[in-house]
């Protein structure tokens, strides 16, 4: 916030106003989700900035000429009022112009969000959800699928203007048995897919599925898109054109989420596999799953 006294504001800003979350996402910690810290029994779980804070960020963005991106994550931006505010006051000073990225989870509808949002042309709206099965509701805790669907279409329909309204998604032993329904989603509504597989906590990593059943997945994905080995380095522009489509008329976006899915279940195992393994079944057995017909085929025996 020193910078403020600097000659020349900043052009790019990213800001979280506090972690309140309507989630406790499995792989999620309790920086960026209060309900987490609650969980681990913290004194002080909301982490908020606090007034002179927030009118410190308004300073960066008011008389602003410079301004070029705005990225705003949480917590959840559509339940902080905070965020409303912020978009307003770009509003106010005929921002809209800039490039506003938003992360959500897709499971609130703020109708006073969506519209100051409609006021921005440059919108890139990222929605965070693993699969589109109900696998999905275990994995983020507090989602409910149906409801996740229903607000993608309204994202798409009430707001036009959005320069790129994609999903965002973390590869993972949770989702990948059911990976296929988010791509297939994709696919049949012509919406990107941007992900990196999880690699924290190490213990919900895909190398932790079994040998065999990652072997049957990746056969799997392979034929369902025709990935084959040659052709597993898709053309570059492909991944990064989002506007540019392969020949299946799947987005590029889409075959590099699945080819990274690919590549970590074809993935030597690590050295520490047995390890990981007892801290995967553990984790679902402390979050009674383990019998849950959806994960269970991904439970190792521990020897």
Same mark, same amino acid.
């Given at each position: %916030?020193?910078?403020?006294? $600097?000659?020349?504001?900043?052009?790019?800003?990213?800001?979280?106003?506090?972690?309140?979350?309507?989630?406790?996402?499995?792989?999620?910690?309790?920086?960026?989700?209060?309900?987490?810290?609650?969980?681990?029994?913290?004194?002080?779980? $909301? &982490?908020?900035?606090?007034?002179?804070?927030?009118?410190?960020?308004?300073?960066? &963005?008011?008389?602003?000429?410079?301004?070029?991106?705005? !990225?705003?994550?949480?917590?959840?931006?559509?339940?902080?009022? !905070?965020? +409303? /505010?912020?978009?307003?006051?770009?509003? @106010?000073? /005929? /921002?809209?112009?800039?490039?506003?990225?938003?992360?959500?989870?897709?499971?609130?509808?703020?109708? /006073?969000?969506?519209?100051?949002? #409609?006021?921005? #042309?440059?919108?890139?709206?990222?929605? @965070?959800?693993?699969? %589109?099965?109900?696998?999905?509701?275990?994995?983020?805790?507090?989602?409910?699928?149906?409801?996740?669907?229903? &607000? &993608?279409?309204?994202?798409?329909?009430?707001?036009?203007?959005?320069? !790129?309204?994609? *999903?965002?998604?973390?590869?993972?032993? $949770?989702?990948? %048995? =059911?990976?296929?329904?988010?791509?297939?989603?994709?696919?049949?509504?012509?919406?990107?897919?941007?992900?990196?597989?999880? =690699?924290?906590?190490?213990?919900?990593?895909?190398?932790?599925?079994?040998?065999? +059943?990652?072997?049957?997945?990746?056969? %799997?994905?392979?034929?369902?898109?025709?990935?084959?080995?040659? @052709?597993?380095?898709?053309?570059?522009?492909?991944?990064?054109?989002? !506007?540019? =489509?392969?020949?299946?008329?799947?987005?590029?976006?889409?075959?590099?989420?699945?080819?990274?899915?690919?590549?970590?279940?074809?993935?030597?195992?690590?050295?520490?596999?047995?390890?990981?393994?007892?801290?995967?079944?553990?984790? *679902?057995?402390?979050?009674?799953?383990?019998?849950?017909?959806?994960? @269970?085929?991904?439970?190792?025996?521990?020897?």
């Amino acid at each position: %916030m020193q910078k403020t006294h $600097l000659n020349e504001l900043p052009k790019n800003i990213t800001v979280a106003f506090s972690n309140l979350c309507n989630s406790r996402c499995r792989m999620c910690n309790e920086e960026v989700s209060h309900l987490i810290a609650i969980d681990q029994g913290s004194k002080n779980p $909301l &982490i908020q900035l606090n007034s002179h804070q927030i009118d410190q960020i308004h300073e960066l &963005i008011d008389k602003n000429d410079n301004l070029f991106y705005v !990225e705003i994550t949480g917590g959840e931006p559509f339940l902080q009022q !905070e965020v +409303l /505010q912020f978009l307003n006051r770009m509003v @106010s000073n /005929q /921002q809209q112009h800039v490039r506003v990225n938003i992360h959500t989870n897709g499971t609130i509808w703020n109708q /006073q969000l969506i519209d100051v949002l #409609s006021n921005f #042309s440059n919108l890139w709206l990222a929605i @965070s959800i693993e699969t %589109m099965h109900e696998s999905n509701n275990y994995i983020r805790l507090g989602s409910d699928i149906d409801q996740v669907r229903q &607000i &993608i279409t309204n994202f798409r329909s009430l707001l036009p203007r959005a320069k !790129e309204i994609y *999903l965002h998604c973390t590869p993972q032993a $949770l989702s990948v %048995m =059911y990976i296929d329904t988010l791509f297939d989603y994709c696919i049949k509504h012509k919406i990107n897919l941007i992900g990196n597989p999880l =690699y924290f906590p190490r213990h919900l990593d895909i190398d932790v599925v079994t040998p065999n +059943l990652k072997k049957e997945l990746a056969q %799997m994905l392979k034929q369902k898109y025709k990935i084959d080995p040659p @052709s597993m380095d898709i053309n570059a522009d492909a991944v990064n054109n989002y !506007e540019k =489509y392969t020949s299946q008329d799947i987005p590029g976006s889409v075959i590099e989420v699945c080819r990274k899915t690919i590549q970590c279940l074809e993935h030597p195992e690590p050295h520490d596999i047995v390890e990981r393994r007892r801290l995967f079944h553990h984790a *679902l057995k402390h979050w009674n799953l383990i019998d849950n017909k959806y994960f @269970s085929r991904l439970l190792c025996t521990i020897t």
